[in-house]
């Protein structure tokens, strides 16, 4: 059994913030002097009512959120927003516009195509997904529902730069494996989601942040769990929230805060996927199949040499045993991905790299 904590590449869930950790720790038998853990406490609860305003707070400070939003804590994973979004915000008529860039773009696409029309914008399918395609503004339809996007790729590893301009049009964004890891500008987004199990907190919650007018939009004979305006009326307290990932998720924004904010902590994960970025390409012996301009700093896709499945499965079990762990690409790209989310130390990097180095040594 491992004494010590491993480097953990994972896609998510994935690691986290040790001081976050530490703290959750210290206060799990007795929050606060209530007695109790968190995981015990009513969620209509005094201590729990200030918890769920800090992770608020948190999210709207970080992002500087106007009141015009709403700030959510939803279950049923980012997978149910492709269902809520457009359960929610479709109007009968108006295709929604669609940027494919990836896996979890083509699953939203899925749930959307039961409940309404759409159109794709623009797509990389044909390059496999390696890069974010160019739009502007003309190629939207300012008639559709609203225009839908994935940040960040976590299967295929590619990152929007700059946002789209669609101007009236919402824009909604699943910001799953990006969300929190550098400043955006809400204001341009009709509907952010985000999963909390990769940037921060524990699998189980689901964050939302809507534009309160755009919620109005759907239909009241929606499920009423289904509606976004029911979350709204009741500040995500109309029945049991996920209690424990809200605490951990108003521990992480308070870390991300005492790091320095969201534009210190982009600063450290453009260092940090610079280093694993830089070893790959001074290297003839590991590739990343990705176009500069589209690279993730969140989720780092390289291939080993002609694309040798052996050897890449040899690198991941190799690196296992040396405290790297769950480098192994999404089983439907194959190759190797490692998650450098913002909780991911530089030392777990800088420890790759030098494993990079030898088994190219080895086996170069
Ligand atoms: N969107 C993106 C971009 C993801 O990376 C993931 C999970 N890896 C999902 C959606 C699905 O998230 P969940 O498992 O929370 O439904």
Not at 20 to 31: F, I, M, P, R, S
Not at 51 to 60: E, F, K, M, T, V
Not at 67 to 96: E, I, K, R, T
Not at 172 to 201: E, P, R, Y
């Amino acid at each position: 059994m491992t004494q010590q904590r491993v480097y953990n590449f994972s896609p998510g869930p994935a690691v986290l913030p040790k001081p976050v950790l530490e703290e959750a720790q210290k206060e799990l038998l007795n929050y606060q002097s209530t007695g109790m853990s968190v995981m015990e406490m009513s969620h209509r609860s005094k201590a729990f009512e200030s918890i769920l305003a800090d992770a608020d707070s948190g999210i709207r400070r970080l992002l500087k959120i106007s009141d015009d939003y709403a700030v959510l804590f939803l279950q049923g994973g980012a997978s149910l927003q492709f269902s809520m979004v457009p359960m929610n915000l479709y109007l009968q008529g108006h295709p929604v516009d669609v940027v494919q860039t990836g896996m979890w773009s083509k699953k939203a696409v899925e749930e959307l195509a039961k409940l309404g029309e759409y159109r794709v914008v623009a797509s990389s399918e044909v390059d496999r997904f390696t890069y974010i395609p160019s739009v502007d503004r003309t190629m939207f339809n300012q008639d559709a529902s609203y225009a839908y996007i994935t940040s960040n790729n976590t299967i295929y590893g590619t990152q929007w730069q700059v946002f789209p301009d669609t101007q009236e049009l919402p824009l909604v964004a699943d910001m799953s494996s990006d969300f929190l890891s550098k400043s955006v500008d809400v204001s341009k987004f009709g509907l952010i989601f985000a999963g909390a199990q990769k940037n921060i907190g524990p699998s189980g919650v689901t964050v939302v942040i809507v534009k309160k007018e755009l919620a109005k939009r759907a239909s009241v004979d929606l499920p009423t769990m289904l509606q976004y305006r029911t979350h709204i009326q009741h500040g995500s307290l109309y029945n049991t929230p996920p209690t424990f990932g809200i605490y951990i998720i108003s521990l992480v924004t308070k870390w991300i805060e005492k790091v320095g904010g969201l534009s210190i902590l982009e600063r450290m994960n453009q260092e940090k996927a610079a280093i694993l970025y830089q070893a790959i390409d001074e290297s003839m012996f590991y590739t990343c199949p990705n176009h500069l301009s589209s690279r993730s700093l969140m989720n780092v896709v390289f291939r080993i040499q002609d694309n040798r499945e052996d050897l890449e499965t040899l690198f991941a079990s190799e690196a296992a045993k040396h405290g790297l762990l769950e480098l192994k690409g999404h089983r439907s790209v194959g190759g190797l991905r490692a998650s450098i989310y913002n909780a991911q130390p530089k030392e777990a990097i800088l420890e790759l790299v030098s494993f990079m180095k030898a088994f190219e040594k080895r086996h170069g």
